[in-house]
């Protein structure tokens, strides 16, 4: 039996299918939660540098500034993501928080940035983690478009069969990926010359102006997408939850803030240009360690890690998509989980996205980087807004503290957003605006028109009872065997009234002619009359439809019904034996009429 | 009324589906069923020429005598396929004609081999023709694969849609395409030099010997492929069909015969060799009319041709996997026509079929050639033999001089057979040859199956009348509003008793809390008991495929019904909204158990 293999008996007992043992601690935590934040310093800091570059080695000297100011927003993030974890231990996540403080219409605001983010974190995940790959092989470069599908394809397919995610198989690579940049770092910052000489600066063609700083910094925030992660996710931590949680915001934002900072001091030490097919971070690690195995190592670490960043949108979108579902502002196939317990269309939109990104930017990170953080800010912004409101109404004690940390975050990441709106509008940045508009306005579409389908369903009224009617049976048949017999029994159990039909034509397969079925079945006397139409085409379905309409127009009070027998064979392989007439006849019946149909498996059994 | 608009009054009587003033007169005859044949001229030649090569200059002085024996056997099989006609007036294909005289494993060979050559000739006419375009347009040589895989797919999508083919629609291509070969060959016959320069042979690193002879033999008998389409098509012809269809057939072999001996002429003439990108009637084109108007205009004709040729081919095979599937050889959905009068099954596996060909193939017909004619020959001989046998068993007046000829045709086409085998079997000679074995095998398996299904289920057998049960009609629902009260009120009118289910869990969409479906029940009190199932795990489908399993081990002599209900949005678009839990649920259900599953669509009005 397929179905009892699923272990059922190994829940728990509080219906959130994740047993204490299994839920996280610190370590874990910063592995499982913290891995997407983390591997974004393969391509934040990179972005940096490809705006800075345009003013030749003049401009890559900003590089440290710049950082600096996003570490200095990263402190306020972590500090204002310590109190939201506190505020909201059942998980806050942007549209939830917005939804409690802000009304719907900004918590729609919140999830479509989110989604927009969900995406593109795929999209940039998986061409930097390919960019890894490249800059180690680099007669794979022309072949990134197809390396990016190809991985986007095994996230997906491994998403769709729904594996249950360990953290405990996610520490391995974190820490080695945050062992191996910090050994570049350190090593690097220790030597007077670089082992391999990086790509050297061109020649400026821009000067250092403010604006070109503000550029350099909204692209370098992208370095900060995923430090909202923990805040989404404090149930799965083990107890105590919210110190834990606390905890782990605490180490990433310090652990990000030093790599960025290390790989900063680094890059203006070694005067690093950006270069297509070596991307900066393998650069450092060439000019750190040399051209060796540890270059290999730290190369595929970062594609392997990049790969699992790109999984956790996977973990949180489909997640997200099945509570705008809940909510009626997505269709709610999107909450639909079949035989496995993955949401199958969340996944596969997120994987369509990405693919169109993906292709559409022909692989290229930095073609992606620069709007990637926009959505994040939205998203940043209003959870902190909306937590300045949380504060205000439960005025506990001290908390115009915390009301002015939030309030203070919500400054910082609005001024931010304003900044990545403004430098990258051109860049990209109308699109992001233009598809959280277009998603809004769709999820508010979706949401009216279920209002109006519970209108039409008389939603919250006590309908009339239900009414008893006389029922007629109507089986299509093709033959007098088993299977037909199996048919006529059923209608009889059913039905106060059975009719079989059959539709006669010489060219069809299993069609007998009318005079042999009706002399059958006269032989057969099966007390059921037989009503034989003639095809005048060679339609299989017609004759019926019409046969079922003409009746249904003349037995207006009868409740009509088509019971629609079909063999089902033992082996699968058998299967592809069957006819399909069961199926197309259900379709054109469906489509046509306003029956009910019901459709009857007999289960034949083949001797050898 | 989408289905009203089928032109129904507008069908003929003899059920055939034709009209007498649509079937074909000689011309037409010409056109719709020569065409594929006389399209091979564009790669035929180019065959003997390609193996020739390898002897040089003094190799290819030996294009006119393969070339003449060519034509001797064209000769030979035209008048066999004179008698084929009148012998078989409903159409003689192959298949027909091994089936009756030679036996049904004999016919199954036939059947096999034709389909190979279906399948061939859909991929040699496709890439033939796209290198007609590349031969014009060298710079799209390198995606030469692309444009195969294009051309197919338009193939396809039209005849999945089954556009009816028109006659008259065909002559203007054949014709175009007939006078322009004809105007080339008249030209350089009379030219003393060619205007462009062909390709000159190269050094010959072979001698020319028996073998390749033989081998150049082979693979110009290429060209004759498709001069049986006429035979198999007879009663398309206008009366008097025999008549019609004879001229037709003597009138291919003349034009046939003429344009393969004029063209081998011409390469004689200008000493032409093969070129990968520039096909020999390209080069023999160039050479006798100049690179000038007259050049595309060839050039573009030919790969229109060849396209219609590669078409004809999803005329035939779908028709004969649709007779393969009545005998029971192939699965039954080979015979099924759905929505539109196409059997789709048959075009698909066509086109997937000549995919994997041209893709293998990289879209070289000189690699696909090779290999066609040898089904064809299969196909040529077994209908020979067939025929002597049917003027054995006939013995008419005069019936020894025609077994004579067709004994003649056959001994021809067998020494061909032969040959074929020989000469290319290590050139893909020996993967016909195994794909028939294998076509063979699967079509006996498959009838053996269907007779053992027939046994199960007691053909021929007088069944057991029907047996009436007491029926028990179980309805999952979800809340109470209009479509359960329509799904209660349909369960009511079909069962002996009515049970109300309901899966409740607190993270399902549309899932009510337990308590509240309860008390919502009892304040409607439909007088019908609600069970409610609390799910473990989070699974919509587990707890009532279960309840269903438990019931029919309670209730064993009850008829157990499921009756899903599921509502229908009257907008297309709004249907992406309706949840897809009934085919969910319908399929779980038809997966583990074995009641019968009725569903009710209820049409809900959506108020603006």
Chains 1, 2 share one sequence.
Not at 165 to 177: C, N, R
Not at 282 to 293: D, F, K, P, S, V
């Amino acid at each position: 039996m397929p179905e009892s293999t699923d272990a059922a008996g190994d829940q728990p007992d509080d219906g959130s299918g994740v047993r204490e043992r299994d839920r996280l601690t610190v370590p874990q935590g910063l592995a499982a939660l913290s891995l997407d934040a983390l591997a974004s310093v393969a391509y934040g800091p990179e972005a940096i540098v490809v705006v800075l570059a345009v003013a030749g080695g003049h401009g890559l000297g900003f590089t440290m500034p710049v950082t600096v100011a996003i570490v200095v927003l990263l402190a306020a993030l972590t500090s204002s993501y310590r109190q939201v974890i506190a505020a909201f231990p059942n998980g806050g996540g942007a549209y939830a928080v917005a939804g409690r403080h802000l009304g719907r219409r900004v918590s729609l605001v919140a999830a479509a940035s989110l989604i927009i983010d969900y995406v593109l974190n795929v999209a940039v995940s998986i061409s930097a983690g390919v960019a890894a790959l490249t800059s180690a092989f680099p007669s794979l470069y022309g072949e990134r478009v197809w390396l990016c599908v190809l991985v986007l394809a095994l996230i997906t397919g491994v998403n769709l069969y729904g594996v249950a995610e360990s953290a405990k198989a996610l520490i391995l690579p974190t820490v080695v990926f945050v062992v191996a940049v910090l050994t570049v770092i350190a090593v690097g910052l220790l030597r007077a010359h670089p082992v391999v000489q990086p790509t050297r600066p061109g020649p400026a063609t821009e000067t250092v102006g403010l604006l070109l700083l503000l550029k350099a910094f909204a692209s370098g925030c992208a370095a900060l997408t995923g430090v909202e992660a923990i805040a989404n996710a404090v149930p799965t931590f083990r107890s105590p939850r919210v110190k834990r949680a606390q905890r782990t915001e605490i180490a990433l934002g310090a652990l990000l803030g030093t790599m960025l900072l290390g790989l900063s001091a680094l890059i203006g030490r070694f005067q690093v240009a950006p270069n297509p097919t070596k991307t900066v971070l393998a650069q450092l690690t060439e000019a750190a360690l040399g051209h060796n195995a540890a270059f290999y190592v730290v190369q595929f670490t970062t594609m392997a890690l990049l790969a699992l960043a790109a999984n956790t949108s996977f973990g949180g979108m489909p997640v997200l998509t099945s509570l705008l579902a809940r909510d009626h502002h997505v269709p709610h196939v999107f909450a639909l989980r079949a035989d496995r317990q993955v949401y199958r269309h969340g996944v596969l939109v997120l994987a369509g996205a990405a693919l169109v990104l993906l292709v559409g930017a022909r692989g290229d990170t930095q073609a992606l980087v620069p709007v990637f953080a926009i959505g994040v800010f939205i998203g940043f912004t209003l959870s902190q807004i909306g937590m300045v409101r949380h504060w205000w109404i439960e005025r506990g004690s001290g908390w115009r503290g915390r009301a002015v940390l939030n309030g203070l975050g919500a400054v910082l990441t609005a001024v931010a957003t304003v900044i990545e709106l403004v430098a990258k509008f051109d860049k990209g940045g109308w699109l992001v605006f233009l598809a959280v508009a277009v998603l809004v306005l769709l999820f508010e579409s979706i949401h009216r028109t279920y209002q109006r389908i519970g209108r039409g369903l008389h939603v919250g009224e006590v309908p009339g009872p239900p009414r008893e009617r006389r029922s007629l049976v109507v089986v299509p048949v093709g033959a007098v065997n088993l299977l037909t017999r199996e048919a006529l029994s059923a209608a009889l159990s059913l039905g106060d009234e059975v009719r079989a039909v059959t539709v006669a034509h010489p060219e069809d397969v299993d069609a007998p002619s009318s005079e042999r079925m009706r002399e059958a079945w006269e032989q057969w006397h099966p007390d059921v009359p037989l009503t034989v139409l003639t095809s005048r085409t060679r339609s299989l379905t017609r004759p019926i439809v019409d046969y079922l309409r003409r009746l249904s127009e003349l037995d207006e009070h009868d409740r009509l019904v088509v019971l629609i027998p079909e063999m089902q064979l033992p082996h699968p392989w058998q299967r592809l034996l069957q006819n399909q007439r069961g199926a197309v006849l259900d379709r054109a019946i469906r489509r046509y009429t306003d029956v009910v149909i019901c459709r009857l498996r007999f289960r034949v059994d083949v001797p050898r």
